[in-house]
């Protein structure tokens, strides 16, 4: 359930009417519901309750300022994935003893920043990048706390672009090595083992490949605390799935979620820790669009947005599905007719939907897309020299915006003509 609903035929974001934030920032742009996000948030909290755990949201899903103050103060970690995202969990107040460093290639500098700064642990993908820590942490005369990412080679069933978990993917070290990688871990200057790491995938809409991979990290915690080693701790990544499709899809719910997570690891004694991204910011956001043109085509007509693929690139990079509704609603009994929703961008696959079917649009008509809160504004661009759209905060009756859309001037000046041109 989110806080974008329809009150008087007009589409509110919580107590707002999304036609007044149209009007005092123009189109296009994110809007965000503090609402929606706490729900979330709660949802594993109590799904988790009864269990050692600490939810560290997944930054790199939404990572504006005012979205990761809001998570961290109802009590949520951070999961980071570079040293930007690290500096922005910081810059948000949140302690360092709360951010979790995940990602494959993170580099000599981002883990002395992190080392610096505080950090609850790394979640080391590689043999490769242990020696680094080891050094950087050495050399620091520091320990560094580290989980091993395990790849339990297990197919999530989710997009390509999206699976984590297989033996084919980069991510963590094939689960059968597992006992080797901690020894060496073991054995190497400036870390500490506390424990395992696993994350499969994104968008997982069946909890059947979590609970394998769960099982295989909790017969792995005995086969390690037999080798020696002390596991204190379990990272089970994120990736629980939301329904994008309203009409036809209910992904499992985080209570049923905790229950695969109790059932697999909750006898361990382990700390749990999970890193939902998707989850708490998907259905908190909207992107909203004017309708530019109404352009009759060859057996088609095509609805040009002021919103384009550089705004939100998910349906072009994975052919995503989002939901397109009307911010005014239709008189009852209007017809429903096909259309391609369209962006201004010089390329066909700025191609939102194809043959959606909606009411009459008029040119100036505003359009929602609905579920655009995770991976929308954080992957967008300037392609086409289109400025970032701004975003907007919404709590009951008020609304910020939280990042100003830039001017033309800012974008022209951050480009330098050297000397000799
Ligand atoms: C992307 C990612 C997440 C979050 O995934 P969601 O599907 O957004 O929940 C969590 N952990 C790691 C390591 C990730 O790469």
Redesign the pocket.
């Known amino acids: 359930m989110d806080h974008f609903l329809y009150q008087n035929g007009a589409l509110h974001a919580e107590k707002v009417p999304i036609a007044e934030i149209a009007a005092a920032v123009r189109t296009p742009f994110y809007v965000y519901s503090t609402a929606t996000l706490t729900r979330h948030y709660q949802l594993f909290a109590e799904a988790l309750s009864g269990l050692d755990h600490l939810i560290c949201y997944?930054m790199?899903?939404n990572s504006n300022q005012a979205v990761i103050q809001h998570m961290a103060s109802l009590g949520a970690g951070m999961?980071v994935?570079s040293g930007g995202e690290y500096l922005r969990a910081k810059a948000a107040g949140v302690p360092g003893q709360r951010i979790v460093f995940?990602g494959v290639g993170k580099t000599a500098d981002e883990m002395r920043l992190a080392l610096e700064g505080g950090i609850r642990q790394f979640?080391v993908e590689s043999e490769p990048e242990m020696q680094v820590l080891s050094q950087v942490a050495d050399n620091m005369g520091v320990t560094a706390p580290i989980t091993v990412r395990v790849n339990p080679d297990v197919d999530a069933k989710t997009h390509e672009k999206i699976a984590?978990g297989r033996k084919e993917d980069k991510f963590g070290i094939p689960i059968a090595r597992a006992r080797e990688v901690y020894a060496h871990a073991a054995a190497l200057p400036g870390l500490k083992i506390i424990g395992i790491d696993v994350?499969i995938g994104?968008?997982l809409t069946d909890l059947a490949p979590f609970e394998t991979a769960y099982n295989k990290v909790a017969e792995l915690t005995h086969q390690l605390r037999a080798d020696g080693h002390e596991i204190t701790r379990l990272d089970l990544?994120?990736?629980?799935g939301i329904p994008y499709e309203h009409s036809n899809s209910a992904p499992p719910l985080p209570l049923e979620y905790g229950e695969v997570v109790k059932r697999t690891v909750g006898d361990l004694g382990c700390e749990i820790e999970i890193?939902?991204?998707?989850?708490i910011s998907g259905n908190a956001g909207l992107l909203v669009a004017s309708t530019i043109y109404v352009k009759e085509g060859e057996g088609r007509c095509f609805l040009i947005l002021d919103a384009a693929m550089n705004d939100l690139i998910r349906p072009a990079m994975y052919g995503a599905h989002h939901d397109i509704v009307p911010v005014i609603e239709a008189a009852p009994g209007a017809e429903q007719q096909p259309f391609d929703i369209v962006g201004p961008v010089c390329e066909s696959g700025d191609t939102f939907a194809k043959q959606r079917h909606l009411t009459p649009v008029e040119p100036g008509d505003l359009i929602a897309f609905r579920s655009a809160g995770?991976y929308g504004a954080v992957m967008s661009s300037e392609y086409n020299s289109r400025p970032l759209i701004p975003e907007v905060l919404v709590q009951g009756d008020q609304f910020a915006v939280i990042r100003a859309r830039p001017t033309f001037d800012d974008i022209i000046n951050r480009d330098t003509i050297p000397e000799w041109l």
Do not use: C, I, M, Y
């Open positions: 997944a790199k899903s999961d994935v995940s979640n984590t994350h994104s968008q990544g994120g990736g629980l890193e939902p991204g998707r989850l995770a």
